[in-house]
Each structure stands twice: as structure tokens, then as C-alpha cells.
């Protein structure tokens, strides 16, 4: 049996339950459930994805529903997943979709990747997985497997290596059950050929895996080099004396612009406890019933590494149930629940 076949049974037999796969493994898949899935699924566990998944699709079932949604409205399905700008390119897309392509995704991969958001990847996951079409794929499972392959040691992070990769996907998609071949290797760098722990002995390449074969699966592929700029600052929970808590959109911040958020600036560790004359710009401290430090906590934004001191302020305003920039506790997780606020709120006791 070839290892094209070999993985493929051990597909079938291994094949999860996953919201947006069709039972039959056969069978044409919807290509709106597979953009979505697939964008979702970067930088995001799968685990995650699946309620994420379910109630996005059964709040916007079609293209259309969503090209017709709020921006606001498709950030708070988003919630929890991350790398907002992610939902934004996917709103825009299906506005461009229903401007220019009659609510459906183009036919061509080259019209795809045109698309906010779509790269080579996402495109050919959609030609490949829904429209069962010969084309490659290639993600950070592919590059996991394909590096401990063929003991490759490098990473596809110039225009030469990242070539060699996907011709590599390619040589492996060229075959009338691309389809198949695709998801089995993904699902393959999810639960076989994984990042720690891979469980080499029951995996179906095993015999021609020379990382395996020589013992060196942990030296595959070679770790990246990651270059994280520090943040260090004070986040704000202002407070109403009627219960409702402060949030922006702050424009100046360097990790969640045009996002609602806690206000938050930086602001050096420093042990003193006065009021900082910055939180100013967001409440007069005439305004100040009292406020206290609440603890720091860490905190992670694509490339920052956030290190961010909690200020609780409690004031002595009440605030209209029409103001946009005060929220309810209790609206809180629907407007603005990213998870960088939720941790301050929850030091701040709310």
C-alpha cells in the first residue's frame, strides 16, 4: 500500500466529529463552513473552535447574514478567539461577496486569495476540502510533518523555503483524493505529529519518516525565533456609583486599536499609590469616591508580552443607560469581553 493510501486509512478510521465536517468523508463540503472553520482555526485549538464554530453559523448561517451584521455584532461571536482583525477581514470579505459574486465565494483561487483575510492556505483549503479540486494546502501541521519527513532544517519563512514546502504539499495533493490526502495530514499535525509528545508509533507514515527512523523527531522542524516587545502599563476599571464600568476605543493602543476595551496606557512599575495624573484623560479625580491597586497580571498580544498594573476607580457619577461608553456588568461578556479586559476586571473583583 502506498503511504498516500496509508494515510488515508488511517484517516478514515481515525477521522473526529468536528461541526463543520459532513459525515461522510466523501461528500462535497459547504465552502462558506470551510473559510470560516479554517480562519477560526488559526492560532486557535480546535477544542475552542467548535462552540465558537457552531454559534457563529447558527447566528450567520448564510454569506448574506453575515455581509448583513454589525461589525460589532460579528466581534462579540468572535469573543474568545482572539486576533480580532481576523473577524474584521472575514466581514469584509462577505460584503465583497455579496457586492461582487452574488453572496458565494469565487471559483478561482487566484479571485480567493484576492479576498481580505484568504492567503494560499485558506484558498486552498476551500478549492480542496469543499470542492474536492487538486489543490495544495499547507499550515503549521504540514509544515511539522514535512520537516520531520524529510528531516528538513528550515522553516518556510523566505520566498526559497517556503517554495520547497509547497512544492512538497503539492507532490502529496496531486492525486484525485487530494481532498482526503489534505485533511488527513492536518488532522495527522493535530493528533499524531504533534508539536510535544508526537505519538510516532502509530502513525501511518512512520516507515518513511527519516526523523523517526533516526531518532531526531525532536530536533523537527527547527524552533522559530521569537522576538516579543515588552509592555508595561496600568489598565483602568472605572466604576459608577450605578454599577457600570468604562470602555473605550482607544485608538493610541498598540494591541487592540478600534476594539472596546478597559482604557490603558503605559505606565512604569513603580510602587507609589497616588492617583496617576494620566487617568485624568478618562476620569477627573474630582469625580473620585476612591480607587484602589488591585495586582498585576501577564498577558499576551501577538507579539507583546504585556505586563499590566490593575487601578479600580470608583466614582461618584451616575451614568445614563445611553451612554455607548458606559456597559452594565452583566452586558459585559457581550460588548467587550476580550480577554485582556476580563483579567483586570476579574483583579478588580467585578
Not at 118 to 140: P, V
Not at 242 to 249: D, P, Q, R, S, V
Not at 277 to 305: M, P, W
Request: proline share 5%; aromatic share 12%; with cysteine.
Amino acid at each position: 500500500m502506498s503511504s498516500k493510501n496509508q494515510l488515508i486509512s488511517w484517516f478514515l478510521k481515525n477521522r473526529k466529529t468536528l461541526p463543520w465536517r459532513p459525515e461522510d468523508p466523501y461528500a462535497f463540503r459547504n465552502d462558506y463552513f470551510v473559510w470560516i472553520s479554517e480562519i477560526m482555526l488559526q492560532q486557535t485549538q480546535v477544542a475552542a473552535v467548535c462552540e465558537h464554530f457552531s454559534r457563529w453559523i447558527l447566528r450567520f448561517p448564510t454569506i448574506t447574514d453575515l455581509a448583513n451584521a454589525s461589525e460589532k455584532d460579528v466581534l462579540s461571536h468572535w469573543q474568545g478567539l482572539g486576533y480580532y482583525s481576523r473577524a474584521k477581514n472575514i466581514l469584509m470579505t462577505a460584503q465583497i461577496l455579496v457586492r461582487d459574486y452574488n453572496g458565494l465565494l469565487p471559483p478561482t483561487r487566484k479571485e480567493l486569495e484576492d479576498l481580505p483575510g484568504i492567503g494560499k492556505y485558506t484558498a486552498g483549503a476551500i478549492l480542496s476540502l469543499a470542492r474536492h479540486e487538486n489543490e495544495a494546502i499547507l499550515d503549521g501541521n504540514l509544515i511539522r510533518i514535512f520537516s520531520r519527513l524529510e528531516t528538513i532544517p528550515f522553516l518556510p519563512d523566505q520566498k526559497s523555503s517556503s517554495d520547497f514546502y509547497w512544492n512538497l504539499a503539492r507532490e502529496w495533493s496531486s492525486s484525485k483524493k487530494a481532498f482526503l490526502i489534505n485533511e488527513a495530514l492536518m488532522e495527522l499535525g493535530r493528533n499524531c505529529c504533534k508539536v510535544k509528545n508526537p505519538t510516532c508509533n502509530t502513525c501511518p507514515l512512520k516507515s518513511i519518516c527519516k526523523a523517526f527512523i533516526s531518532n531526531q523527531t525532536h530536533l523537527y522542524p527547527p524552533q522559530k525565533k521569537k522576538s516579543f516587545e515588552e509592555w508595561v502599563g496600568l489598565i483602568l476599571v472605572i466604576e459608577s456609583s450605578n454599577g457600570k464600568i468604562y470602555f473605550t476605543e482607544n485608538s493610541k493602543s498598540q494591541f487592540l486599536k478600534k476594539q472596546k476595551t478597559l482604557p490603558h496606557f503605559e505606565f512604569p512599575y513603580s510602587k507609589t499609590m497616588n492617583y496617576p495624573s494620566k487617568a485624568e484623560e478618562y476620569i477627573s479625580f474630582d469625580l473620585v469616591k476612591n480607587f484602589q491597586f488591585c495586582g498585576r497580571y501577564r498577558h499576551s498580544i501577538t507579539r507583546y508580552k504585556i505586563d499590566c498594573n490593575v487601578l479600580h476607580i470608583l466614582t461618584t457619577q451616575k451614568i445614563s443607560s445611553k451612554d455607548p461608553h458606559w456597559v452594565s456588568k452583566k452586558e459585559i461578556l457581550k460588548e467587550a469581553g476580550n480577554s485582556f479586559s476580563l483579567k483586570a476586571l476579574k483583579l478588580a473583583g467585578i
